[in-house]
């Protein structure tokens, strides 16, 4: 009987934490070198990141039944990303305040806003926030991402051993 992970899903659950933290470090980056403010989708999504990113290195070194269920999660948490991404892409992008959508309540009742606002403070409303890079709005990549993820926690939640 095994002790941790496959190999295999240990790389695969590697590469997500990897990709989860490559994103937030680019909102960050944009943030601060190119003076994109964040709107409370946009630090909710940090926050599914991370916890993505956390659980997925968790996961890599867990024993398999462990890093399976922690594939499943990551699956989980990565579809509440994508109707996150999708709602602000939809609908927050589209209004003239997002104060008192879930995102703001929750990041508010969070206090993270607050203890860590250099990355999870709110300073821009939704529509101002909607920003494209390339020619795409900034959600709709981090939905891409987040299905991206998706797919990959389903492959290691599929993965033997």
Known sequence: MTTHASPAR???L??????CFGAI???LI???AFDMAPCAWCVLQRLIYLGIGILALVAAYAPPLA???GALLIAVLSACGVAAAWYQYSVASKMLSCDQTFADRFMSA?????ALPSVFGIFATCMDAAVSVLGIEYAIWSLALFVVVFFMAIAALRMRA
């Open 10 to 12: 240990r790389r695969l």
């Open 30 to 32: 944009s943030q601060y």
């Open 110 to 114: 969070s206090g993270l806003d607050g």
């Open 67 to 69: 890093s399976r269920l």
């Open 25 to 27: 470090g680019l909102a």
């Open 14 to 19: 590697l590469l997500i934490a990897l990709f």
